[in-house]
């Protein structure tokens, strides 16, 4: 098991940007894929992007293409998630996620352990 802290939510305006970063601790971060979900008030929970043990493949969801970008620090175990143009329909609570995959995985089943969430709040 790996735990999961995520940080660097706020209220931002449209059009800015905001960077949340995951801290995980327990098992070697390297072993694992991890992803960003987010789930808005009434919504389900959203695949947002994914990235490989090593690094070297990321996946998106389409809206946030161009606009966001998933990295990882193997040596600090850290997972960051860089938002930038953010419009009001980001607006959601974001957890980071951790998988046994060594893909990059949208499927939220194939996650084990989750954290619990930082709020992003976009204002029009």
């Known amino acids: 098991q790996v735990q999961l802290v995520e940080s660097g939510g706020g209220l931002v305006q449209a059009g800015g940007s905001l960077t949340l970063s995951c801290a995980a601790s327990?098992?070697?971060?390297?072993?694992?894929?991890m992803g960003w979900f987010r789930q808005a008030p009434g919504k389900e929970r959203e695949f947002v992007a994914a990235i490989s043990r090593n690094g070297v493949t990321t996946i998106y969801l389409d809206s946030v293409k161009g606009r966001f970008t998933i990295s990882r620090d193997n040596a600090k175990n850290m997972l960051y998630l860089q938002m930038n143009s953010l419009k009001p329909e980001d607006t959601a609570l974001y957890h980071c996620?951790?998988?046994?995959?060594?893909?990059?995985?949208?499927?939220?089943?194939?996650?084990?352990?989750w954290g619990q969430g930082t709020q992003v709040t976009v204002s029009s």
């Open positions: 327990g098992r070697t971060f390297s072993r694992y894929s």
């Open positions: 996620a951790a998988s046994g995959t060594y893909y990059a995985s949208r499927e939220p089943t194939e996650y084990d352990d």
